[in-house]
């Protein structure tokens, strides 16, 4: 079935460094694509979105750009932060209207 | 903005009880609602599909039987975990999407944390 894969983590980088989480999909056609970012102790959140090819998400620094030649959404930032830290999920929107998401990837940023 | 809320956040039950869990959309009318579970390692896994007025959709290896949910209006959707057991301990998240915006996102609760002793 239809399934999302993203880098695991967890990652440690330090403040101000270049972040990149790899994510790839699997549904075919055009699903929606989207990143989520669950801050501690918090509940879900949507960080970005990209509904078509070559599509680029952007939010808080963070970018995403729809990648249908290699089915792939992957996270970026240039220079991440302390408040950074977080769990980030990569997900997808099917034709069939359900979501799909990655396992996440902790990001922890140190000063 | 677009609010799910999901009550409640935390219970404790006995094995073999059973727990409801509520979900809803507080500002827009949701015909669709999805549950997750949320594992140890982060992993977020949908479990169902509800639909207003009709049928859960499952996923694959998501006990119908165990997992009852009912979606009675567009705002409101219930998960109830029938006769818990400690396996079932877990975080479960509910989620709704505004109707009728082209690839609207997700809206999440903030989840409940279940524990069955």
């Known amino acids: 079935g239809d399934s999302v894969t993203q880098m695991e983590g967890p990652v440690t980088l330090s403040e101000e460094a270049c972040l990149t989480i790899?994510?790839?999909?699997?549904?075919?056609?055009?699903?929606?694509l989207f990143w989520y970012v669950q801050y501690p102790g918090e509940g879900l959140q949507l960080l970005l979105k990209?509904?078509?090819?070559?599509d680029k998400g952007s939010n808080k620094g963070f970018e995403a750009t729809y990648r249908k030649e290699t089915t792939s959404f992957h996270l970026e930032k240039g220079s991440v932060q302390v408040s950074d830290s977080a769990v980030y999920f990569c997900?997808?929107?099917?034709?069939?209207?359900?979501?799909?998401f990655g396992t996440g990837t902790s990001l922890t940023v140190i000063p | 903005g677009a609010v799910v809320s999901q009550h409640p956040s935390w219970v404790i039950c006995k094995s073999g009880t059973s727990v409801k869990i509520e979900c809803r959309s507080l500002?827009?009318?949701?015909?669709?609602m999805f549950w997750y579970r949320q594992f140890p390692k982060q992993s977020l896994m949908l479990m169902a599909t509800?639909?207003?007025?009709?049928?859960?959709?499952?996923e694959q290896g998501v006990e119908k039987d165990k997992f009852l949910i009912n979606h009675a209006s567009l705002t409101l959707s219930t998960l109830t975990v029938t006769s818990a057991h400690p396996e079932d301990s877990s975080f479960y998240i509910c989620?709704?999407?505004?109707?009728?915006?082209?690839?609207?996102?997700?809206?999440f609760g903030n989840g409940t944390r279940l524990t069955v002793t």
């Open positions: 989620s709704a999407r505004v109707e009728g915006q082209k690839a609207a996102p997700l809206h």
């Open positions: 790899n994510c790839t999909y699997t549904a075919t056609g055009y699903p929606s």
């Open positions: 990209a509904t078509k090819a070559d």
């Open positions: 997900g997808e929107r099917t034709a069939g209207n359900q979501f799909y």
């Open positions: 500002d827009f009318q949701a015909t669709t």
């Open positions: 509800s639909n207003e007025g009709s049928k859960a959709t499952y």
